[in-house]
């Protein structure tokens, strides 16, 4: 069970100087610390000997879906997190706040990131909505890219227990490198208790609903945009780029207007 009464347990925390051990977060002072103080022993003994549980996430398979299928392809990027999300340790906060603690001797199959996504190509490909989804390096000719920026994954422990998921995706042209849609997608389940088997379930449907989200709009959206209009707005931007280039080798050597007057 994760430890809520952090404060009697923080009590005897001092420096070596005898003050009370402090620590400054986003311009506050925080005299309570989670981190490292609440699962110390249980990590130290997580790292010597490995964790005795991995746990993973699973995939939505009924995601409506109101564009029929097109012969896009699209990749997933690797999602961008912070360190405190950039790892297989699953998260405890304190009403998400800024201190991150972890569930000892328990993790993911892999880091949070790479187990998200590999969960997202996996919604998307059962929609069977798409010609093509895959993630960098396989090889894949790729007409759009769908980012993702872990916000929140988590077990929140203060004024009530939740699991809450929180990410940002943005839709970007492979061609062009311009973006075609962004949104923030969010889902929290309420849990019965604070120990990994109440907040891996919590954690399973937050993540799923969030998976949903994402994957509904993507296609959504990528599936409105026909091929031909795609291939022709492409072409017109290449084509404003090319004489942009010209236009500026033009007026390189021209006359400078000044304040009005040329010289």
Do not use: H
Not at 78 to 98: H, K, M, R
């Amino acid at each position: 069970m994760f430890d809520k009464n952090v404060d009697k347990r923080l009590e005897n925390v001092r420096v070596a100087n005898g003050s009370r051990l402090e620590l400054g977060v986003f311009g506050s002072t925080l005299k309570k610390i989670v981190v490292g103080a609440v699962l110390l022993g249980g990590l130290a003994g997580c790292g010597a000997s490995g964790p005795e549980a991995l746990y993973g996430l699973t995939a939505p398979r009924d995601v409506p879906v109101k564009v029929r299928a097109s012969d896009y392809q699209m990749l997933v990027a690797t999602p961008v997190a912070l360190q405190a999300l950039d790892t297989s340790n699953i998260a405890v906060t304190q009403g998400g706040g800024p201190i991150y603690s972890y569930f000892p001797k328990v993790a993911w199959t892999d880091t949070l990131p790479r187990v998200f996504q590999a969960k997202l190509v996996e919604t998307l490909e059962n929609t069977g909505k798409l010609r093509g989804v895959s993630q960098p390096g396989q090889g894949l000719l790729i007409d759009y890219q769908l980012q993702t920026t872990l916000r929140a994954f988590e077990l929140q422990v203060d004024g009530g227990d939740k699991a809450y998921v929180e990410v940002a995706a943005r839709i970007v042209d492979d061609r062009d490198g311009r973006s075609i849609g962004m949104r923030v997608f969010a889902a929290s389940v309420p849990t019965t208790g604070d120990t990994v088997t109440d907040a891996i379930p919590a954690l399973n449907a937050a993540s799923d609903n969030v998976l949903a989200q994402i994957t509904s709009w993507s296609i959504n959206t990528v599936g409105r945009i026909p091929r031909a209009k795609a291939a022709a707005k492409r072409a017109a931007l290449n084509s404003q780029q090319d004489a942009g280039k010209r236009q500026v080798a033009a007026v390189a050597p021209a006359a400078i207007e000044v304040a009005g007057t040329v010289k």
